[in-house]
C-alpha cells in the first residue's frame, strides 16, 4: 500500500481564499481510480468550497510587490492556491 | 455597415484592445477557400520538410502530421521573413486571401499599409488527432512599448465545436508574460475555443494566450496564421468617422458621471476572468494602448492615469 498524490491548483479573483475560483488546474498522480474532478466547469465556485470537499491547501500565494516603475502592470494570475489530497493504493 | 474600404471601425478598434481580438465570421470567399485548401498542402510540407532537416519536427508544439497529408501539385514560393507583404506570394493562392480587399481593411487598420511579413505557418491536425498544446502566447517577454504585432488564423474550412478549433483567452493579451510561463492554467472561466463558418478569420494581439486543442472530429483540420509587423507608429489608421463622437474625456468615471457609449464604457467591460481588483489594472493598460493608438496623450477611464498624471496640477491650484 502506498500513498498517491492528487494536486488542485486554484486560482482565485483576490487573495482571499473565500473568494471567486477563475481557473484551475488538477494533476492526478494515482493510478485514475481515486475521485477526479470535472473539466468543463469550475470544480468549486470560491477556494474554501475545496477545503470543504477534503482538500488540504499546501500553498497561498505571496502578494506581489511592485518595483518602481511597474506599479500598474499586469502579469500571471497572481491569486494561485495549490491543494493536495491522498489515497492509499 | 463596413466602411468602403472595409477598415475597422473606432468601436471595432476599442473592442481590439480590450479584447485582443477579432473574430470574421466567413469573410473570405468559398472559391478562394477551396484554392486555399488545394496549396496549404505544399507550404504545410516545404515548412516541415525544413524543421526535419533542422531536427526538431514534432519538438516545437506542431501536430505530427504524415507525408500522405502534404501531397500537392501546387508549387509554392516562400517569402523571406522581412519582406513587404505586398512582395509576399505573388502567384499563389495564400496571396489571394491576403490581397482580398477586406482582409487588407483589416491588416490596414491594425498595422498600416504593406506591413512586414515576420512568418507564418500551416496548422494541421489530422482527425481525430489527440495532439493539444499547453496554453501559451507567441513571443518572448514584451517590453513596455505599445506597438504590437497582428496575427491572423485563418480557417478555409469550416471547423465544428471540438473539432481543433483554436483555445483562446479573451483579454490575456496586456500581460507581461513568457511565452509558456502560462502553460500550467489548464482552465480559466470564460476561455474559448474557436468553431464557425469556411472562410473565418481571427485577428490576434500578439501577446493573445492561445493554444492549439485536439480535434475530435474524423476531418483533417487546416489553418493558415500569419504574423505581420508595422511599419509606421499605428496610430489612428483605422475608418476615425466615429472618433470623436465615442472618444471619452478622462472625466468619463463610473464612480461620478458615465458614459454608456463611450470608448471608455467597452474598457470597462471584463472578461469573467477579471474579477476583483486586478480589472483595475487592466482598465489602466487598455487605457494606456489607447492613447498610443489615438495619439491622445490625456486619454483616461475613470480617472486612473490622470489622477496620477496631473497631482503637481492640481496641487498647485
Not at chain 1, 33 to 42: K, N, R
Not at chain 1, 69 to 87: A, C, D, M, Q, W
Not at chain 2, 55 to 69: E, H, K, L, R
Not at chain 2, 87 to 112: A, K, N, T
Request: include cysteine.
Amino acid at each position: 500500500m502506498t500513498e498517491k498524490q492528487q494536486v488542485l491548483y486554484l486560482w482565485l479573483a483576490e487573495s482571499a481564499l473565500d473568494t471567486a475560483v477563475i481557473g484551475w488546474a488538477f494533476y492526478d498522480g494515482t493510478s485514475g481510480d481515486s475521485p477526479t474532478i470535472p473539466l468543463e466547469d469550475p470544480p468549486y465556485k470560491i477556494g474554501t468550497d475545496a477545503l470543504k470537499d477534503g482538500w488540504f491547501l499546501i500553498q497561498s500565494p505571496a502578494l506581489p510587490m511592485s518595483l518602481p516603475g511597474s506599479e500598474h502592470n499586469i502579469s500571471y494570475l497572481p491569486n494561485e492556491f495549490v491543494f493536495e489530497r491522498r489515497f492509499t493504493e | 455597415m463596413p466602411a468602403d474600404n472595409y477598415y475597422l471601425t473606432t468601436l471595432e478598434m476599442a473592442q481590439f484592445v480590450a479584447e485582443g481580438y477579432l473574430c470574421f465570421d466567413a469573410i473570405v470567399p468559398t472559391e478562394t477557400n477551396n484554392r486555399v485548401l488545394q496549396e496549404l498542402p505544399a507550404l504545410a510540407s516545404i515548412k516541415n520538410r525544413a524543421l526535419e532537416t533542422q531536427g526538431i519536427a514534432g519538438g516545437v508544439g506542431i501536430a505530427p502530421v504524415s507525408d500522405d497529408q502534404m501531397i500537392s501539385d501546387k508549387q509554392v514560393a516562400l517569402p523571406n521573413t522581412g519582406l513587404h507583404l505586398s512582395d509576399c506570394y505573388p502567384s499563389e493562392s495564400i496571396g489571394e486571401f491576403l490581397r482580398l480587399p477586406q482582409v487588407q481593411g483589416i491588416i490596414h487598420s491594425l498595422v498600416g499599409i504593406d506591413p512586414i511579413f515576420d512568418h507564418d505557418w500551416v496548422h494541421l491536425l489530422p482527425g481525430g488527432s489527440q495532439f493539444e498544446q499547453h496554453l501559451h502566447m507567441d513571443a518572448v517577454i514584451d517590453t513596455s512599448d505599445p506597438a504590437f504585432d497582428i496575427q491572423l488564423f485563418y480557417f478555409p474550412h469550416a471547423v465544428a465545436p471540438g473539432d481543433g478549433g483554436t483555445r483562446f483567452l479573451p483579454g490575456s493579451h496586456l500581460r507581461k508574460v513568457r511565452a509558456e510561463g502560462v502553460s500550467r492554467y489548464q482552465h480559466i472561466v470564460g476561455d474559448r475555443q474557436f468553431s464557425g463558418p469556411g472562410g473565418t478569420v481571427l485577428v490576434f494581439h500578439h501577446g493573445l494566450w492561445h493554444a492549439g486543442q485536439c480535434n475530435n472530429g474524423i476531418d483533417d483540420r487546416w489553418m493558415y496564421k500569419i504574423r505581420l509587423n508595422p511599419r509606421v507608429p499605428q496610430v489612428r489608421l483605422w475608418n476615425t468617422e466615429d472618433l470623436e463622437r465615442v472618444h471619452n474625456d478622462f472625466s468619463d468615471h463610473q464612480f461620478a458621471v458615465v458614459r454608456t457609449d463611450s470608448v471608455g464604457h467597452i474598457f470597462r467591460s471584463m472578461q469573467p476572468w477579471q474579477q476583483g481588483h486586478e480589472s483595475r489594472y487592466e482598465t489602466i493598460q487598455r487605457a494606456r494602448l489607447w492613447r498610443y493608438l489615438t495619439g491622445d496623450s490625456d486619454y483616461d477611464v475613470d480617472y486612473y492615469l490622470t489622477r496620477l498624471g496631473r497631482r503637481r496640477e492640481l496641487m498647485a491650484q
